[in-house]
């Protein structure tokens, strides 16, 4: 079975620093992308960054400069750091991860359960 196991959210002041992670189990054969999406109070689930098993990197606008997200292969692990929060920030950041299932060899997209991100004074 694969999970997505989170960790690293809370409350921050406008700001201030997060960071969270990310870690990938489970049957998996391989994985392809990591990355994070966000989902604030009444919105629908936004975008944030993305980064490649080559390293490549892709962040929303609303984040460019401010976040960084990176990869530790060898732990299959995916980290979003955060800085100079803005209340703005303040939603559920959930991971998720496109991979191969060793089941059945099929590329698809998983996600975890999610982590509360609050930026307030």
């Known amino acids: 079975q694969v999970q997505l196991v989170e960790s690293g959210g809370g409350l921050v002041q406008p700001g201030g620093s997060l960071t969270l992670s990310c870690v990938a189990s489970g049957s998996i054969s391989g994985i392809h992308t990591m990355g994070w999406y966000r989902q604030a109070p009444g919105k629908q689930r936004d975008f944030v960054a993305r980064?490649?098993?080559?390293?490549?990197?892709n962040y929303a606008d609303s984040v460019k400069g401010r976040f960084t997200i990176l990869r530790e292969n060898t732990k299959n692990t995916v980290y979003l750091q955060m800085s100079s929060l803005k209340p703005e920030d303040t939603a559920v950041y959930y991971c998720?991860?496109?991979?191969?299932?060793?089941?059945?060899?099929?590329?698809?997209?998983?996600w975890g359960q999610g982590t509360q991100v609050t930026v307030s004074s």
């Open positions: 998720y991860a496109n991979m191969y299932a060793r089941v059945d060899g099929v590329l698809s997209a998983y």
């Open positions: 980064i490649t098993s080559g390293g490549t990197t």
